[in-house]
């Protein structure tokens, strides 16, 4: 096992550990816990100029992939969720997400409402392979500006 925990990290750190680091972090923040990722794949890219690609697809996938937990936790949770199904924005937000279906998954860049949008469409069921699609999507997307923007204000 730990063989191929170091192969695993010596493929993902290009200077040792840095996108590993970043695959982690970018992972953890999809998911319901509170932490921003911008911060490792902007800090990897200013010291790493010529990783800027890697990082952004690093992160893509660390992010989406935790997005896809988060899909799974909705998915599993209709117990928790069903206590407040009767309030009036609830049934607001249910209707709008099941008219954007999949789509609305590309908003699960935005910060605080991004995260736990990726749990309701698991909860409400809707197709995993098209969620993920737009996740992956929005994600890279705010990587690309953020990152871009980031080293632009700071002299990249």
């Known amino acids: 096992m730990e063989a191929w925990l170091e192969q695993l990290l010596v493929l993902?750190?290009?200077?040792?550990?840095?996108l590993s680091s970043v695959f982690v972090v970018s992972f953890?923040?999809?998911t319901l816990l509170p932490l921003g990722s911008e911060p490792a794949v902007f800090g990897l890219v200013k010291l790493n100029?010529?990783?800027f690609w890697s990082a952004i697809l690093v992160a893509t996938?660390?992010?989406?992939?935790?997005?896809?937990?988060?899909?799974?936790?909705?998915?599993?949770?209709?117990?928790?969720?069903?206590?407040?199904?009767?309030s009036s924005s609830h049934r607001r937000a249910l209707a709008w997400l099941e008219?954007?279906?999949?789509k609305a998954c590309l908003l699960a860049?935005?910060?605080?409402?991004?995260?736990?949008?990726?749990?309701v469409a698991g909860w409400l069921?809707?197709?995993?392979?098209?969620?993920?699609?737009y996740m992956a999507i929005g994600k890279?997307?705010?990587?690309?500006?953020?990152?871009?923007?980031?080293?632009?204000l700071f002299g990249g």
Request: proline residues 9%; contains cysteine; positive net charge.
């Open 12 to 18: 993902l750190a290009l200077p040792k550990f840095g």
């Open 28 to 30: 953890v923040s999809a």
């Open 49 to 51: 100029p010529h990783l």
């Open 61 to 86: 996938a660390g992010n989406t992939l935790g997005g896809a937990v988060s899909w799974w936790m909705g998915l599993l949770s209709h117990r928790v969720v069903d206590r407040y199904r009767h």
């Open 99 to 102: 008219q954007l279906g999949p």
């Open 109 to 119: 860049w935005l910060p605080v409402v991004g995260d736990p949008l990726c749990a």
């Open 125 to 133: 069921k809707l197709p995993f392979w098209p969620c993920l699609l």
């Open 140 to 152: 890279f997307g705010r990587y690309l500006v953020m990152t871009a923007a980031l080293l632009g």
